[in-house]
């Protein structure tokens, strides 16, 4: 539901009854969307907990819950991507200074 900001100071008990059955709420200030009403149980389920978390700590505790098998192929395809990366950088060295077949 979308409604303007006038309507929606006249009427914000109304807005935040529909907020609280599940409607979402799009404000808008001269034609533009500008604020969005929410439930607070929509808030807490879908914004505020997401908003806190740390992706290094997230990650932490995703790789403690690997068993010891997926660690391992965690640590090879590691391995892998790092000799990747190195046969490229040889690959670039070698090639500095000679003008390209295509160009």
Avoid: C, Q
Avoid at 47 to 60: G, H, M, Q, T
Avoid at 70 to 82: F, K, Q
Wanted: proline letters at 2%; charged letters at 35%; a negative charge.
């Amino acid at each position: 539901m979308t409604a303007p900001l006038y309507d929606v100071k006249a009427r914000l008990s109304e807005y935040i009854t529909y907020a609280e059955n599940g409607e979402i709420v799009e404000i808008t200030k001269h034609g533009t969307v500008s604020a969005v009403i929410i439930s607070k149980k929509d808030f807490d389920e879908n914004y505020k907990n997401s908003v806190k978390k740390n992706p290094v700590e997230e990650l932490r505790k995703w790789r403690a819950g690997l068993s010891k098998d997926e660690l391992l192929v965690l640590a090879e395809a590691g391995e892998e991507y790092n000799r990747i990366l190195e046969e490229n950088r040889n690959a670039e060295r070698l090639d500095f200074g000679r003008e390209n077949s295509w160009g």
